[in-house]
């Protein structure tokens, strides 16, 4: 118990120096924007909590917890304003993912510590195993959580950035019609190759992930429900042996959220009995958060050809389609 | 004397848990020395005659921004095309 308690501290130790590693580049991006006491809005923003809603009486569980969501979107926006002033929208959003990122690290962290002082003041020998056996894969989710760090300070595109960066392949193909931006989303309507196509996308190029799946609903009783097919593309987690990169096409909604967005896009669907289709990139979760590599953007450009194949065998000339490219915009405008 | 009470058997599984022990460290160590480092490269394009090259990434680039008038047919402007990371040569 005693190596066990030993092996645990010293890899403790070393999560604790990640995050002050990172507390200190956060830091100094402060500094470089004029903020004068940046500890103060690190430490409040990495101690901010969401409590989940009611889950025991589902009746519009959905709608509470779109609720929650938008008030901690809001409450995190004020918050950095108050301590960054007048900075503009594209640092202030790469400040709320760094924070946010931070917080994250943090919480694992003080869960952890939690955790091991339990297990030594408690002599609880079969929890501490459990941790010694799932410490590798924490470090491997910390390792990636640090690294994404460098990525949200410098606004480099991530690899969950796939998405959006299909939808701006598409939107250079063809003839930009309209371009709006409804809560952080851009909705560009083009015509390409005889095809109404709306691009729903995250507004870029700060980091956002925007609210697809509510302003995709809007925009579907708008057009009164005269759509012939969804798509949506997102990155999806890889299974190990599964090649990074590789694409895969289904039905249904490809978005991550915590479920707003993605019941949105399924009830706009099954309201006017349009057709959801989606295809997703794989990659693995540090893909996903650190810049995009090569062999994923090159992934990204096959997906276009292959959203065409699709298209082409689901509709027929003048049909209009609704593409949400779902994910980070980061590095990615419209 | 100790060394007289320890069977031979005994000795085996030293040896063994010695050989096991070197196999884990050295193999830990293989591990450690396969982490690659990436750098973040961006293709700049002409939006005509499609001349392309690669350069460093810049803070607060982002893709489609332009990056001024082509140098070979005077007319295109360069857009970045791409922006990802490369394993680091």
Redesign the interface.
């Known amino acids: 118990m005693m190596i066990w308690s030993f092996d645990l501290k010293f890899k403790l130790r070393m999560i604790k120096r990640m995050i002050d590693e990172d507390s200190r580049r956060i830091e100094g991006f402060l500094k470089n924007i004029n903020v004068e006491s940046p500890s103060l809005l690190i430490n409040r923003i990495a101690n901010y909590f969401v409590i989940e809603p009611v889950s025991i009486e589902p009746i519009d569980i959905i709608k509470r917890y779109d609720h929650l969501i938008r008030t901690y979107d809001t409450s995190i926006r004020r918050i950095v304003q108050e301590y960054a002033g007048n900075v503009n929208h594209y640092t202030r959003s790469l400040l709320e993912s760094s924070l946010s990122i931070y917080g994250v690290l943090n919480q694992i962290y003080r869960i952890l510590r939690h955790y091991i002082i339990i297990c030594e003041r408690e002599n609880n020998y079969p929890l501490m195993q459990y941790l010694v056996f799932i410490m590798p894969q924490i470090l491997r989710i910390i390792n990636t959580y640090h690294k994404a760090l460098d990525s949200f300070l410098s606004g480099k595109p991530i690899g969950d950035g796939a998405g959006p960066l299909v939808a701006l392949k598409l939107i250079e193909m063809g003839e930009v019609v309209s371009k709006k931006i409804v809560d952080e989303t851009a909705v560009v309507e083009v015509r390409v190759k005889d095809r109404r196509i709306f691009v729903v996308k995250a507004e870029g190029p700060g980091s956002n992930v925007g609210k697809p799946g509510n302003v995709l609903s809007r925009l579907v009783d708008e057009l009164s429900g005269n759509v012939d097919l969804i798509i949506t593309i997102d990155a999806a987690l890889r299974l190990e042996g599964e090649r990074s990169g590789e694409l895969a096409e289904g039905v249904g909604a490809a978005i991550g959220d915590p479920g707003p967005e993605k019941i949105a896009i399924e009830r706009a669907a099954s309201k006017y009995n349009i057709p959801l289709k989606a295809v997703i990139i794989k990659m693995s979760l540090e893909e996903a958060l650190t810049t995009m590599k090569k062999e994923l953007y090159e992934a990204c450009e096959r997906t276009v050809e292959f959203l065409w194949r699709i298209i082409n065998e689901s509709t027929h000339a003048n049909s209009t389609i609704i593409v949400a490219g779902i994910g980070n915009s980061m590095g990615i405008p419209q | 004397m100790i060394y007289q009470q320890i069977d031979n058997n005994t000795i085996i599984m030293i040896i063994l848990f010695a050989i096991l022990l070197i196999i884990t460290v050295i193999s830990e160590f293989r591990k450690r020395s396969r982490l690659v480092e ?1 750098v ?1 490269r961006e293709l700049v394009e002409c939006s005509i005659c499609k001349y392309s090259y690669e350069e460093e ?1 810049e ?7 332009i990056k001024g008038t082509c140098p070979k047919c005077g007319k295109g402007v360069l857009k970045i095309r ?5 394993e680091k040569k």
């Open positions: 990436y973040t990434y803070p607060g680039d982002f893709i489609s921004m791409a922006i990802y990371s490369v």
